[in-house]
Structures are given as structure tokens and as C-alpha cells.
């Protein structure tokens, strides 16, 4: 996910309500077939632990999905196969930014389908550990891919569920995200401040507290001077709701994105709405029930931690 200096957008998710991954959903995606692109091309040295670097979907209807993110987004896919294991590097221009895992669902199954979040490392044993240490889970044990790197799924405090990789050829670096790609992350909670600070543990994190007028907390998470993410209490009552990770598309219009979402099969969660910051965001959901955001952005808009 590419964030941009000079300001730090929040947003507020108004009647937002989705689950977060279940484990026998997640834990599919490290069984994923072997050969995932790496995150870089050529290879290189920069790191940027704690930034969002990759997405994968876990979806029952993998060719659906593809349909649905390439009217979407003009997404084109590579197929690759491992035995019955289907999975499908999504592209935009030719640049890898997803990854779309087929599981489908068993007789009498409920499952909702999601996006999981990876989180960069330099070393996902030390990260594991880390977390164990401040009251997370382990969802999938640490697994190696040869191109990728090595990567592990684990559960936060709340129970929201998040990757950490360690990526054998480097972190995307930071620049603007183009309309199609990911832009921006955000984790919804019961204790934004709690949850903030575990997440400072395990990435190193500069943790600003937000101001507001809403009685709803806003918490922000930066590293190498660029805002990561944000940690975002629920809005409405939080027993009905498990806490997830949200992640955002740029788009260049939040109303048409969400109309054409609608077009395609999906839903419209929350309706596009001003961000604190005046730019348009909808929280949406592809027609197999995963929810994802859109959000607008500028060229000269940036996010610069806050000062």
C-alpha cells in the first residue's frame, strides 16, 4: 500500500458491519500454490517494516471474483495451479497487487469471504514471537515460498486476523497509489488504544492519538515518517461485530465506484461519504460477501505523520 506525505486522512466507517477472517478460511491462503510472484522486480534492498504490502483474497468463486475486480478496477489475472489448489495473481498495467484464493465452501458451510492484510517484516520468527508475547495467536504457523519470502497468519488480541511477511526481494516503495491499487488500511476495533499499542510492539510504530468530535476513537500508525494505518473503534455497538482489517482501493470517483460495484453484482455497505478531510470513501462488498474500500485521492494529497 502506497501512502503519500504531508497530511494524514481519517475516516469513519458509518453502519459498517462485516466479520473478519475465520481461521479455516485464513488458513488456506499459506497453502496457496508455491509459486507467487515477489513483491519487487528487480530485487532490492529497501524495507519498510510495518507498511501493508500485499492483499490475498480468499474467495468461493474465484472466477466470479476475477470478473467482478477486472470491471471493477481493469484487473487482469495470471492463473497458477498446485495440484486442486487454484490461485490468481491479480494485475494492474502488468504490476502485481493481489493474489485470489479459491477455497470452496463445504455442504452446510458459512463462511464469510475477506481480504487478509500482510504486513512487512525483516524476520517473521521474531515477529511471532513478539506477538505471542502480547497476547496474539498463531493462525498459521511461519511458511517459506521461494520467490515471495517467508510468511506467517496471526490473530491480534481481539482476534483480527493479519499476515506478516518477510519478503525475499525487498518492499514496494513509497509512492502514490494509481486509481486500482491499494491505498490505505484500517483496522476496527472494541480498543483502538489497546490495540494500538500492540501493534507498536510488533512493528515499531509511532502511535498518534487524534482528535475528535465524535466521541470515537482515531488512532494512527506510522513508520519512516509515512502514516500505515489507521485503528478505528466501531461506530455503533461492537457485541455484534468482530474486529477486522478494512483495506482501501484509490479510486477517482467513490459514487461511480460504488454505483458500479452495484452494476456488477456487489454491495454497498456504507454509502460514500466525506471523509473528515473532505474527499469521498464507501465501504463496499463483492458479490461473494468480502468487503473492501474506496477512496479518493488527489495527486497532491500526501500522508505525512502527524506532527
Partial sequence: MNMLRRRTRRFLMHGLCVFSLQAACVATVLAAPNELPPLVEPATAEHHVGKVVWVDLVTPDLDGAKKFYSGLFGWTFRDTHAGKRDYAVALLDGRP???????????????????????????????????????????????????????AILADPEGA??????????????????????????????????????????????????????????????????ARASVNAFHRDPSRRLPHWLNFVRVVDAVDGAAKVVALGGRVLSEPHLDRHGARVAVVADPAGAPFGLMEWSDTDGKEEPK
Fill in 97 to 151: 497487487v493481489a493474489g485470489l484464493y479459491l477455497r470452496p465452501l463445504k455442504a452446510g458451510e458459512q463462511r464469510q469471504p475477506a481480504w487478509l492484510t500482510f504486513i512487512a517484516v525483516r524476520d517473521v520468527e521474531v515477529a511471532k514471537r513478539t506477538a505471542l508475547e502480547h497476547g496474539a495467536k498463531v493462525v498459521v504457523e511461519p511458511r517459506n515460498y521461494p520467490r515471495r519470502g517467508r510468511q
Fill in 161 to 226: 486476523h493479519f499476515a506478516v511477511l518477510a519478503s525475499s526481494s525487498g518492499d514496494p516503495g513509497d509512492f502514490l497509489a494509481a486509481p486500482g491499487e491499494w491505498i490505505w488500511s484500517s483496522l476496527i476495533v472494541k480498543d483502538p488504544n489497546t490495540e494500538a499499542a500492540f501493534y507498536q510492539e510488533l512493528f515499531g510504530y509511532d502511535v498518534f492519538d487524534l482528535p475528535n468530535d465524535d466521541d470515537v476513537d482515531h488512532v494512527i500508525l506510522s513508520t519512516d515518517d509515512y
